[in-house]
Each structure stands twice: as structure tokens, then as C-alpha cells.
């Protein structure tokens, strides 16, 4: 069998200017980034037409050790979307090097739905995560020569600075670190630490920019801390603004690649679900909605992470409508779900299916929050059996859910062909039945509530005493009037990672709320949640090498 590298060094990949043809935008317009990659200019974005073009989100149950594929997934079914005659492009994020090169390995799809150069995404591809990383950690180094200097006489208080620096690479040691020491001609000593990047701020605020202005307003609006007497003290107060926003005045633009199948594909931005909105760029998805009749887009891991921050941070702001949302499943994950271990996972157990419909039952509710009824993907594994896939096509159709197999990652785009059929059939009867689960004015407890009962199940809501401050001061500052984007572990619906399944009666408990006031939402912490992951016993760092004629080995 061959591996997902193998399979996208022998695809055929076109030069990039004939994939942009696909989407009517001449060469000249391109900024590209050698043969096969390039940046599309903003001015290609169109406001006027993105009522006209359909935009199918990607989700899935409750992520497992198994994996799900909602990458894969959303390629295949962009190729089965085009081969059935409808013009597609699929919207993703761009990969992190900490999970390429730790344990979760690439993010450009598998199988024979990928989208390539596949070394060239999964490495630096166009140098967007590195300006992020760059933009970051420039207003890091202005914080701490203002602490040295005290230029702006802005008397800040170090205790109260909050803003970290990042890598993007999983690194432990660097998670909590201390600054400044070797005398007063070092700087000031003071505790900080390190995020990797896809959990700056700045990624999130460059996916939900609408322009270049914005997001300058919203460098300069990023929160640092507080001086001494209490004052809130902001980026544009060291005049940090201008110069981050020049660090990211190329990684602003959106990637044009292609699929396997040689259909366009924009990748842009890469924030994490469990802390941030978890969704590519604003930008991305209007650059192609402008250009194409379809946009199939995913939100990272399940409906009530990714899903509902798109649905209620992006779409919101972003004023974007969503016309058909896709829940991927599989015959393991829901076995997982019923309580199998991984290593059994492959063996057939129909009664673990049927108990593992609990957690996708709570996916499909989610969708139906926001007035759509979701199409359920059943991403298909050589172990699955009839028997199993049959319990859930029956329960889908029970509850009155359309149902597909998709074997996209064996079969391409021909894999996907009935799941686009209903997907397409479904966004072109649903023109403006999308709503949002709250309003922004509503007050933060009750919309921390909101999403707490009705998309995690959980029966209450209790905060720490610093929490309770935390709001207080959320209050003092104007900022509740803004979403909320709630961090907790991907790895149940529950804010504990233990609890599988559907759980039920459970008290999400928040410990603090952090302020993200330049990406524009506030963030309440469910949980213990890891910013800078580590590398696992044995990384995948270990298995990729180049040979002499430049060929990599080992990515997947």
C-alpha cells in the first residue's frame, strides 16, 4: 500500500497559473511561490457575490485516538464536487510544524484525497506561519524593552503581562520560562513562557481580519496588561501595530494550491479549536466563495468546538451564510465511543456501534442548533463491516438525517460522489436557514451558559473565584459584548477528557477567562489546557529524512 507521500509525488500536479484558469483569475494576478503555490491578491475578493456561491462546512463526532478525517473528507468531497459537475474549491487551514513533526503527523488530507505540493504544505509552504510567529514575538520584545526603558512611561506592571512569545514547534521546556536575568543591563527578570504559534493571538486575529486596516486596528487593539495603578494597556500604547502588520503584509493574502484531482484549493491561517476558533481565514473563505460556485470548508475537531465557533465567532463576523454542514463519522470511532478500547477497534463489534450512536446523536442535535440538518459521512475503513455500516445508515435515517459511505481516501473524488449528490442537493435548498446559537450583547454568563447546556450538555456552569474577577474586570474594560470562544479539551464533549460518549449532568467548570481583545472574543478556560504540546517518546521527527537528490521520506 502505498503511503500518502508516495501516492502525491506520483500525482501529476499542474502548474499553478492553470489552476487558477479553473477559477478565472489570470496569471498576472498571481503573486506566486514557484510552479505549483501561489498568494491571491484581496482585490479578487468580491462582497457582491458571496450570496451567490453555496459554503458547506466540514465537522465530526467527538474526536478518538482512531482519527476521523475530516481533511480527507472535505477534499474527496471537493473532487466528487467537481466531477459531478459543480464548480469547487476546498478551504482549509495551513499545518503546524509541532504535530508534523510530533505525533498527529500532516494536514493536507490522505489517501488519494490530498491536497499538494503535500512536502511544500506540511513544511514552511509559503512562510505565513513564520511572519505570524515573527509578528508575535516582535510585540514581545517591544513589552519587555518597554519594562527596561519605561520609554512610553506606561508603567506597566510585569505581574499582570499575560502575553507570551511562540514557535511553532511542540517544546515543553520552553512552556514556562524565566526572562531577564544577568543584571539590570538584561532587562527586567519576570516569569513568561512560550505558545506554540498556532495559538497566538495573532493567528487568530489574522483569520478574522476583513482587511489590511482591520487588522492593523486589531494588532493594535491586543491586550498586554495593566500599569500600576490599573490602567489596561494595549499594543497600539507601544505603537507595536504598524510594524506587525508590515511583518504580515504577505501572509495576509490567501495559498492557491490544487488537489489530487487538479481542482483549486486556498489554504490560510491554522488556529487551534480547543483555544481559538479553530477555522482558516475570513479572507480565504470569501476569496473562494467569489471565485467558485461551491466552498467546502472544515472547523477543527467536533461540532461543539469548531463547528460552533464558526457558526458563531466567524460566521458572525464574517457575515457569512452557511448552506450545508457535513458530520463525519467512522464505524471506529463510534465503536471507541461504545466503549472499545483502540487496540480492538478492528474487530467487529455491532453492539459498540449502537452505544457510540450517543455521541454522533449529540452532533446532529448541535447542528440543528443552528437551523440546519447536517449530512452524516460515514469515512469508510477496510475493517468496517456491512453489519456495522448498515446500523448506521438505518439510525441516520431514523432521525431523519441524510447518510453516506465515503471512500474517498481509497478512491478519490469517484469515492465521494453520492455524498456530494446529497450535499449539494441539501445546499441549494437551504439559502438562508443558517442562525446563530446567541446574539454578541447578550450578557458573557449567558452566552458562556448558552453554549455550555445546549452544545456540550452540561447541566450547569460554575466559576473559580478568579474567574468571578475575571469577569468583573471583562465589565470594566466594555468587552462583554463580544463572543465567546470557550477553551476545553477536544476529547470529550465535557470539559473532561476521560468522559466518552454522550456524557450527561455534568458542571463545566471555568477557572479563568482570558482577553483576547484584539482577535475580537474573550475566552473562558474549561479545564487544563496545553498551548505548547510536547513531543511524544517517539516523535515523528524521527522518521522523516531527505536523500541527495532532495527527496523526502516519512511525512504523512
Not at 53 to 61: F, G
Not at 78 to 83: E, H, L, P
Not at 160 to 186: C, S, Y
Request: charged share 25%.
Amino acid at each position: 500500500m502505498l503511503t500518502d507521500i508516495e501516492i502525491a509525488r506520483k500525482a501529476k500536479i499542474q502548474p499553478i497559473k492553470d489552476i487558477a484558469a479553473k477559477l478565472n483569475v489570470n496569471e498576472d494576478q498571481l503573486e506566486p511561490y514557484g510552479h505549483h503555490k501561489a498568494k491571491l491578491p484581496l482585490s479578487l475578493i468580491d462582497e457582491g457575490k458571496l450570496s451567490k456561491s453555496k459554503l458547506i462546512l466540514v465537522t465530526a463526532i467527538t474526536p478518538t485516538p482512531a482519527g476521523e478525517g475530516k481533511t480527507t473528507t472535505s477534499i474527496g468531497l471537493t473532487q466528487a464536487m467537481n466531477r459531478i459537475g459543480h464548480q469547487t474549491t476546498v478551504v482549509l487551514r495551513e499545518p503546524s510544524l509541532g504535530p508534523v513533526f510530533g505525533i498527529k503527523g500532516g494536514a493536507a488530507g490522505g489517501g488519494f484525497s490530498q491536497v499538494i505540493p503535500m512536502e511544500d504544505i506540511n513544511l514552511h509552504f509559503t512562510g505565513d506561519l513564520a511572519a505570524i510567529e515573527k509578528a508575535h514575538n516582535l510585540l514581545s520584545a517591544l513589552i519587555d524593552n518597554e519594562l527596561h526603558f519605561q520609554e512610553h512611561n506606561l508603567d506597566i506592571d510585569p505581574r499582570t503581562v499575560t502575553w507570551k512569545r511562540v514557535m511553532d514547534m511542540n517544546e515543553r521546556a520552553l512552556r514556562h520560562i524565566v526572562v531577564g536575568l544577568g543584571g539590570k543591563t538584561q532587562g527586567v527578570p519576570r516569569e513568561t513562557g512560550f505558545d506554540i504559534t498556532a495559538a497566538s493571538e495573532v493567528m487568530a486575529i489574522l483569520c478574522l481580519a476583513a482587511d489590511a486596516e482591520d487588522l492593523k486596528k486589531r494588532l493594535g487593539n491586543i491586550f498586554i496588561g495593566f500599569t500600576y495603578d490599573k490602567t489596561p494597556v494595549y499594543a497600539r500604547d507601544l505603537n507595536a501595530q504598524g510594524a506587525m502588520a508590515t511583518l504580515l503584509k504577505d501572509a495576509i493574502k490567501p495559498n492557491l494550491v490544487q488537489t489530487l484531482e487538479g481542482n483549486p484549493a486556498i489554504l490560510h491561517g491554522g488556529p487551534f479549536a480547543n483555544i481559538a476558533q479553530g477555522t482558516n481565514s475570513i479572507l480565504a473563505t470569501k476569496m473562494g466563495m467569489s471565485l467558485s460556485d461551491y466552498v467546502v470548508t472544515e472547523a477543527g475537531f467536533a461540532s461543539e468546538l469548531g463547528a460552533e465557533k464558526f457558526y458563531d465567532i466567524k460566521a458572525q463576523y464574517g457575515n457569512l451564510n452557511v448552506n450545508a454542514t457535513v458530520i463525519v463519522a467512522t464505524i471506529r470511532a463510534l465503536k471507541y465511543h461504545g466503549g472499545m478500547s483502540v487496540k480492538d477497534l478492528n474487530t467487529p463489534n455491532p453492539e459498540a456501534v449502537k452505544k457510540g450512536l450517543e455521541n454522533l446523536d449529540k452532533h446532529i442535535e448541535n447542528i440543528r442548533l443552528f437551523n440546519i440538518n447536517p449530512i452524516v459521512a460515514i469515512n469508510q475503513f477496510s475493517a468496517d463491516t456491512e453489519a456495522e455500516t448498515k446500523i448506521v445508515m438505518d439510525h441516520c435515517e431514523s432521525v431523519n438525517v441524510q447518510v453516506a459511505v465515503n471512500s474517498a481516501w481509497a478512491d478519490g473524488g469517484k469515492g465521494a460522489e453520492e455524498l456530494a449528490e446529497k450535499v449539494v442537493k441539501a445546499a441549494d435548498s437551504c439559502t438562508v436557514c443558517f442562525e446563530p446559537l446567541y446574539k454578541f450583547d447578550w450578557d458573557v454568563e449567558r452566552k458562556i451558559e448558552t453554549i455550555a447546556t445546549k452544545v456540550y450538555g452540561a447541566k450547569a456552569v460554575e466559576y473559580s473565584r478568579k474567574a468571578r474577577k475575571d469577569l468583573e474586570t471583562i465589565q470594566k474594560l466594555g468587552l462583554d459584548k463580544i463572543p465567546i470562544c470557550i477553551a476545553k479539551t477536544q476529547k470529550s464533549l465535557s470539559d473532561n477528557p476521560l468522559l466518552r460518549n454522550r456524557p450527561k449532568d455534568f458542571i463545566l467548570n471555568i477557572r479563568e477567562i482570558e482577553i483576547a481583545a484584539g482577535a475580537g472574543f474573550i475566552v473562558p478556560i474549561a479545564g487544563d489546557i496545553m498551548r505548547m504540546p510536547g513531543l511524544p517518546r517517539i516523535p515523528s521527527a524521527e522518521n522523516i529524512d531527505i536523500d541527495k537528490d532532495g527527496n523526502i521520506s516519512g511525512l504523512f
